[in-house]
């Protein structure tokens, strides 16, 4: 069951990543033709800025998501680096309760959110709900809370991100 969870989440990591891809390649497409209309066409399109606001919000949350699972997100590893044996296990489990509860909260009330929103319409966007700009966070938690599901099944609570996934160019 352990490994076929963890492959559940590999798909759904695969699918975060594609969407919050997808995202950047759009708004990297619209915001140079917003640009364009405005000051080479002097007639500015009113959607290219507002479309790109509510996809930076979805590029972000699932971003946020990609990060956690491949262990990118920020964390202050001084505490843990100091601790051995079941100390440092027991401060993975209280870390990631918390983790737990942060994304619990945001899964419920982002979902009271969406609700109390979802029949008011966006002013550049009458056909779009203003709840379904709110959908990331109640899926951002959501994601997030099974992918520490996940970290509780695996027990990987400080592990290092692959050295793939991190840049080396030094910033110092």
């Not at 995202?23 to 009113?46: D, E, Q």
């Not at 699932?62 to 440092?88: N, T, W």
């Not at 709110?134 to 099974?146: E, N, R, S």
């Not at 996940?150 to 991100?161: D, G, H, K, L, S």
Request: contains cysteine; glycine residues 6%; hydrophobic residues 55%.
């Amino acid at each position: 069951m352990k490994a076929r969870y963890i492959r559940l989440m590999d798909s759904a990591h695969a699918a975060c990543l594609f969407v919050a891809g997808a995202c950047l390649v759009v708004i990297t497409l619209i915001v140079p033709y917003g640009v364009f209309t405005r000051y080479v066409l002097n007639s500015a399109a009113s959607w290219p800025e507002p479309m790109a606001v509510l996809l930076m919000i979805v590029l972000s949350f699932l971003s946020a998501v990609v990060c956690y699972r491949e262990h990118l997100h920020i964390g202050v590893g001084v505490l843990p680096a100091f601790l051995d044996g079941p100390a440092k296990i027991w401060l993975g489990w209280f870390l990631e309760i918390c983790m737990l509860a942060v994304n619990l909260f945001m899964l419920w009330w982002g979902i009271k959110l969406v609700q109390a929103t979802w029949y008011q319409s966006i002013a550049e966007f009458p056909i779009v709900s203003v709840g379904a700009s709110y959908l990331p966070i109640p899926v951002g938690g959501a994601l997030t809370a099974l992918f520490v599901v996940e970290r509780f099944m695996t027990q990987e609570f400080f592990a290092e991100p692959e050295p793939e996934t991190v840049s080396q160019v030094a910033t110092e």
